[in-house]
């Protein structure tokens, strides 16, 4: 009835953040070959990289307040460059979004539909996310709350049902991997879960309390740090040096717990609880590349672009990876080195550009 | 074919959009009274028609006048007593006070000397004299004026008030509205004494004239939310309003949806609790359901009980009931993706006696479980519609034919009628959205035959994000759970005590003003 | 309205499309699986390759026996597939050239590998049981005296399932504490650190009376991935002593005149294994402390319980040290390094333990093992001392 438009308060954005980065307990598997049995390590590293970097993010945010990463660009970059730069980005979160699609249909299908095809999988699931962006990024804001805590939950039953199970001795020796490896793995953690919420700058428009923010971020961030830091410490605690021969050691988690012959096999609610949290992963760089597209276009609305944004996705995604093991190699290694230059290397450099700006801008001012 | 029939639909929800401007009455030129009394009973009786219900009795006022008057009203819808005794009995033989019929102040003497009835207005527009001849009151027409009296004297038969048949509760009060829209008012009124409760009646209906009253509170409810009942309520041109379902279809957000955004209940507490929370009431005459707006999906899981019980009773029970409606829409679904694509969750002692019950049934389980959820619903309303005693047999001979020979024939797994009979059973539980149930299992049920639990969740997150988008009159639907708000927990899977729920819920009351003392908690006193 | 009519009603027809095209690929009804129970791993009888046994449920037969009551003797609730091939998934796969049914692993829940087939390589022979997502590590893993698949042809007494009581005596375990419980989660990660060898509980068919039962007895211990040698029972106490694994069982402690003795009850039971590194020569040092009750005893004049406290958990403590010595004995002859001191050292000293790792071996079997017992007596059960003839 009001044409009153309902912009995503500082909660919401606090457990969009949190759901956010849930979606990464289903791909810390890539991860866990890497460093092994020191991931927790590597885990706490790359949050504590990426604060600064979020803390980037969120000034940009703030000194454009109520302006998408296109607009900032428009603003910071002279005129075809700024073009390039957000349609690479948009490109970029395409891929990750493409990524995802294809992390969760390959899990699907290896744990729970074995013998069905993957293009129905992934068209299914960027069906539900791509009515999910119709419907626009505040609804999915306002779903955040629930999933954020149907997923925390879920961690915190199967970490109290395989207490039994755990050895925390299978921790020790600490730091047996290499600095190199080290570094490597925490440079996968925080390009990929923690950094890649790079992307809320394309929601900026929509959000309510520019000011307040940051708070909500930084508290979502670490709390799904925390949740983080938990799933890794238990995966290796249970599985030892299994951890790093499987390929996914939190679903692998679940399948060990075994209470009285009853509560046992729970891997396939896990399952579906890991679907949720990328759900709101998909759905956002979906929304994100949408939006995005629209902005550099100038189109009236981002829902011209859902169906035919959707449809190359799927098609993206089947086609990347040929399998699995391919896919995982890519996300370990290629991908972070690439994502290095959006995450890391363009957004402090638009913060310098907008404060020299900012600086000439009061110099005149005061001249 | 497909294309055909949404150019069809589509055609049909254009209708209702236009019809305004297509459609609108001509505006008949206002038909007012005259002075000459023949000519007011002509015309009326041109209006009226022939039908033998219509009672016009002329007399001559008291006096020496011998004054006309006419009297009109329909036999069976007043009240004789009123009739007799305190308009025809002061008017024939009472004091003499009409002398000439020129005389202009004749209509006053009658109103305000004469009659012996509370509520009597002067009325000169013919439209109104019949539409309140027609809702039960007596027209007044004296000769010489232009003005008629229309007289309160609604009477005849009407259903007392009496205990609710859809909301039963064992403690509160029992009562529940009747169908007449005064009673109904009166029930209110009772509850509420405040000058601030308003009751706003308006006309809807070009040929039933139903009778439609919005209730609030002034100073509770938002002024945007009243004003936007009014115009929804002022849109609706339709011939016909017999329920409140009529007036539901037309003011809903979305009416496409399967979720009902305006609630509806007919007990007299429910509606006094909803307004006094913020809301707007909207009561139709001539039944005995009152709809409220904005609803809220949670409002379907809380019963009026919930707030006369303690608090911890009172939470236990809206987790079952939350955990019902759960099992209800999912357990057949869910038996189904368990047993054909995921057996490895089930434990292994319980997959071998399935295994076992499974063993030579013909059907696969989705079909299985389709037929029975199907037969359910057969069964469901064979025993609504039924007279009482016919119902009862309905559901013996349902129960014995399904239930035991479908087994011992081996058509159907035994599991399969445990896990329907618990489906049946929750449904109830959480009656309001019982219907919207029904629908869930069904599609949920389909979804899991299909990919299992990866269908299921699928269907579920398109309806958490359905949900988390709808509006009902600006309220989002699924507040406080999308979006969330804390104050709202307090009143959702637990239900706080009440002293401890000082606001309003915020998503109504957006003012978020208290709505009792501070420190309402009871404290023994303390001792010295 | 009417576009927003039309786009809810394309999305769902194109959802039920999708739906309904998609068909339903995994969908497997309860009656067109069989579900496997226990599988047997054997070397077959000309050499190559693999013998794999599959015991299988037959539903019908389990509702049928519960109708009948316990007269169904003559049908089994089981039917056993067997099948010989070159790798193990083919010859998985290739049961359902002789069942009607696909066969449905996740339910599996004992792996017996032939004491043939155990030899070498276990390794890379039962990959498949990991790899394939409807296998689960919690899949008991036991060796068997002879051929596994002769295991499965033993009618159990109270379970209609060989597989199933096999894994219910597994769990029973605990009562004595004389055979060792493993899964294929701990089996594999024994097989895959450098130090520790893999163990596996002994299965065996005993003749008693006539009839063929099963027996679970002693433990198989695995050098790198080949079976090595044996623990008796008591052996395979003293394994479990020092492992914490002890979670209930009688000890017997024998007063040499007469043939007295007391049984007592081991209540509750916790190991502790601390390495040390002493002039570049590591040492290992176990605490085991015991908590327990009086169970038993036959002593002609009864026993004095009150002042007899501290020489009966003398005694205790000296037949719990007995054990854990005997298995010690054992492991260094095999030189198999089952109490996983080696990563235990690992973990504590990691530099060291690079040095170390290559000649574990050597190291192994010289190392020097102090072991200390603190047995406690809590309870001397419902009776006090029985003074004869009084």
Redesign the interface.
């Known amino acids: 009835m009001k044409t009153e438009k309902y912009k995503i308060s500082n909660s919401q954005m606090m457990f969009m953040s949190i759901s956010f980065i849930q979606g990464a307990h289903l791909t810390i598997g890539f991860m866990s070959d890497i460093t092994g049995r020191d991931i927790w390590a590597a885990v706490i590293a790359a949050f504590l990289v990426s604060l600064i970097f979020i803390s980037i993010y969120i000034k940009l945010a703030q000194k454009f307040s109520g302006k998408s990463l296109i607009q900032i660009n428009d603003i910071l970059y002279p005129g075809v460059i700024a073009k390039f730069i957000s349609l690479v980005y948009i490109l970029f979160f395409f891929m990750i979004g493409v990524e995802n699609l294809v992390f969760t249909g390959r899990f699907i299908l290896s744990y729970v539909l074995p013998e069905t095809p993957l293009w129905v999988v992934v068209t299914m699931v960027n069906f539900v996310c791509g009515w999910a962006v119709l419907r626009g990024i505040e609804v999915i804001a306002r779903c955040c709350f629930l999933f954020s805590l149907i997923s925390a939950s879920a961690v915190l039953v199967v970490t109290l049902l395989v207490a039994k199970d755990m050895d925390f001795s299978n921790l020790q020796p600490f730091f047996e991997t290499s600095l190199k490896r080290f570094i490597q793995g925490a440079h996968v953690i925080a390009t990929i879960p923690f950094c890649e919420i790079l992307v809320f700058l394309m929601l900026a428009p929509n959000i309510g309390d520019i000011k307040g923010m940051k708070k909500s971020i930084l508290l979502g961030v670490s709390l799904s740090f925390i949740q983080l830091l938990v799933i890794a410490i238990r995966d290796v605690a249970v599985l030892g040096p299994l951890i790093s021969i499987i390929v996914s050691p939190s679903f692998e988690t679940t399948r060990v717990i075994n209470i009285y012959q009853i509560i046992t096999r729970l891997d396939i609610l896990i399952a579906i609880v890991l679907i949720i949290s990328m759900f709101v992963k998909i759905s956002i760089f979906y929304y994100a590349v949408t939006k995005g597209l629209a902005e550099l276009f100038k189109l009236n609305s981002y829902t011209y672009v859902i169906v035919p944004v959707g449809i190359v996705m799927i098609n993206l995604s089947i086609m990347t990876f040929g399998s699995s093991a391919q896919s995982d190699y890519a996300a370990a290694h290629i991908w972070p080195s690439f994502a290095l230059l959006f995450e890391f290397i363009i957004p402090p450099v638009s913060l310098i550009i907008a404060q020299i700006k900012g600086m000439n801008k009061k110099r005149e001012e005061v001249g | 074919m497909f294309r055909y029939i949404l150019r069809k639909v589509a055609f049909l929800s254009t209708c209702g959009k236009n019809s305004n401007e297509k459609y609108k009455y001509k505006e008949v030129e206002e038909n007012r009274l005259c002075t000459d009394i023949d000519q007011n009973l002509e015309a009326l009786k041109n209006i009226l028609g022939s039908s033998n219900d219509i009672i016009t009795r002329e007399f001559v006022f008291a006096g020496e006048g011998r004054v006309k008057g006419l009297l009109v009203f329909i036999e069976d819808l007043v009240d004789n007593k009123i009739i007799n005794e305190s308009i025809i009995k002061p008017l024939i033989s009472g004091t003499p006070l009409i002398y000439k019929k020129e005389n202009a102040d004749n209509v006053n003497v009658v109103k305000s000397e004469m009659l012996s009835v509370g509520d009597v207005k002067q009325e000169n527009s013919m439209d109104e004299i019949v539409y309140s001849c027609l809702s039960g009151d007596t027209v007044l027409l004296i000769d010489g004026s232009a003005e008629a009296l229309i007289i309160a004297s609604q009477g005849g038969e009407n259903r007392g008030v009496e205990e609710s048949k859809t909301e039963s509760v064992v403690r509160g009060p029992r009562e529940s509205f009747s169908e007449d829209l005064r009673t109904n008012t009166s029930l209110l009124r009772r509850k509420i004494k405040n000058p601030d409760l308003t009751l706003e009646k308006m006309k809807i209906g070009r040929r039933t004239g139903t009778m439609v009253c919005i209730s609030y509170i002034k100073n509770l409810a938002a002024p945007e939310l009243i004003e936007e009942v009014r115009r929804r309520l002022k849109a609706i041109d339709t011939d016909a309003i017999l329920e409140s379902g009529y007036i539901e279809q037309f003011i809903e957000d979305a009416p496409f949806s399967i979720f009902p955004t305006v609630s509806h209940s007919e007990k007299p507490d429910v509606i006094a609790a909803k307004i006094l929370e913020g809301r707007a009431a909207i009561m139709i005459d001539r039944t005995p359901f009152a709809l409220t707006v904005p609803m809220l999906f949670i409002e379907d899981f809380q019963s009026p009980e919930d707030y006369y019980s303690r608090p911890y009773f009172s939470s236990f029970i809206r987790i079952i009931r939350f955990l019902s409606f759960l099992i209800s829409i999912l357990a057949p679904a869910t038996y189904v993706a368990l047993t054909t694509f995921h057996q490895e969750l089930i434990p292994t002692n319980l997959l071998l006696t399935m295994a076992a019950a499974r063993e030579g049934t013909p059907f696969p389980s989705v079909l299985e479980a389709g037929i029975m959820v199907i037969t359910f619903e057969i069964l469901k309303e064979a025993g609504i519609r039924l007279p009482r005693p016919v119902g009862q047999a309905i559901s013996i001979v349902g129960a014995l034919v399904v239930g035991e020979s479908a087994v011992s024939a081996g058509l159907i797994g035994a599991p399969m009628v445990i896990v329907v009979a618990i489906t049946a059973v929750s449904s109830f539980v959480v009656p309001f959205q019982s219907d919207t149930g029904s629908i869930l299992r069904i599609i949920l049920l389909g979804l899991a035959g299909f990919m299992g639990a990866v269908g299921i969740m699928m269907g579920l997150l398109v309806l958490i994000v359905h949900l988390a988008s709808l509006r009902s009159f600006g309220a989002p639907y699924f507040s406080p759970l999308a979006p969330h708000n804390a104050s709202g927990m307090k009143d959702t899977a637990i239900r706080a005590p009440i002293w401890l729920m000082d606001t309003r819920p915020s998503s109504i009351d957006r003012d978020k003003r208290r709505r009792q003392a501070a420190h309402s908690k009871p404290e023994p006193p303390k001792k010295q | 309205?009417?576009?927003?009519?039309?786009t809810?009603?394309k999305?769902i027809?194109?959802?039920?499309l999708?739906?309904?095209l998609?068909?339903?690929?995994?969908?497997?009804?309860?009656?067109t699986?069989s579900?496997v129970?226990g599988t047997g791993l054997d070397k077959p009888e000309d050499g190559e390759g693999v013998l794999i046994t599959a015991q299988v449920?037959k539903?019908?037969e389990?509702?049928a026996s519960?109708k009948e009551g316990t007269t169904g003797t003559d049908s089994n609730a089981y039917w056993n597939l067997e099948r010989e091939g070159m790798s193990t998934f083919a010859t998985v796969r290739g049961f359902t050239h002789q069942a009607s049914r696909r066969l449905?692993f996740?339910?599996n829940?004992v792996l017996i590998l032939g004491e043939d087939f155990a030899e070498e390589n276990v390794r890379k022979k039962i990959d498949i049981f990991v790899r394939d997502?409807?296998n689960?590590?919690?899949v008991w893993v036991l060796v068997s005296k002879g051929k596994a698949k002769d295991i499965f042809y033993v009618k159990p007494e109270l379970e209609k399932i060989t597989a199933?009581s096999i894994s219910n005596m597994v769990d029973a375990y605990a009562a004595t504490s004389q055979s060792i419980s493993v899964n294929l989660?701990d089996f594999?990660?024994r097989i895959?650190?450098d130090s520790t060898a893999p163990v596996a509980p002994f299965i065996k068919i005993a003749e008693k009376g006539g009839k063929e039962v099963l027996v679970m007895e002693g433990t198989a211990v695995f050098k790198k991935d080949g079976l090595a040698g044996e623990l008796d029972s008591k052996e395979t106490r003293g394994l479990m002593w020092v492992l914490g694994r002890v979670k209930s069982g009688i000890i017997e402690s024998h007063f040499s005149e007469g043939g007295e003795y007391v049984a007592f009850e081991i209540v509750r039971a916790s190991s502790k294994i601390s390495p040390e590194i002493k002039n570049g020569k590591p040492c290992v040092k176990i605490t085991i402390n015991e908590e327990g009750n009086v169970g038993e005893e036959n002593f002609r004049d009864g026993l004095d319980l009150a002042s007899m406290v501290k020489e009966l958990e003398g005694k205790k403590s000296e037949v719990i040290k007995g054990e854990v010595m005997a298995a010690l004995k054992k492991a260094k002859e095999l030189n198999a390094d089952i109490f996983g001191f080696g990563e235990k050292i690992?973990?504590?000293y990691?530099k060291q333990?690079a040095k170390l790792k290559d000649n574990w071996d050597t190291v192994f079997n010289d190392l020097e093992v102090e072991v200390l017992v603190n047995a406690k007596l809590l309870l001397t059960g419902e009776i006090k001392t029985i003074e004869q003839g009084k």
């Open positions: 309205m009417g576009s927003s009519f039309k809810i009603l999305q027809a194109c959802f039920f999708i739906l309904t998609s068909g339903c690929w995994n969908s497997r009804e309860l009656n699986i579900i129970m449920v539903p019908g389990i509702k519960e449905f996740p339910h829940q997502p409807e689960r590590l919690t199933l989660k594999l990660t895959m650190s690992h973990k504590s990691p333990w």
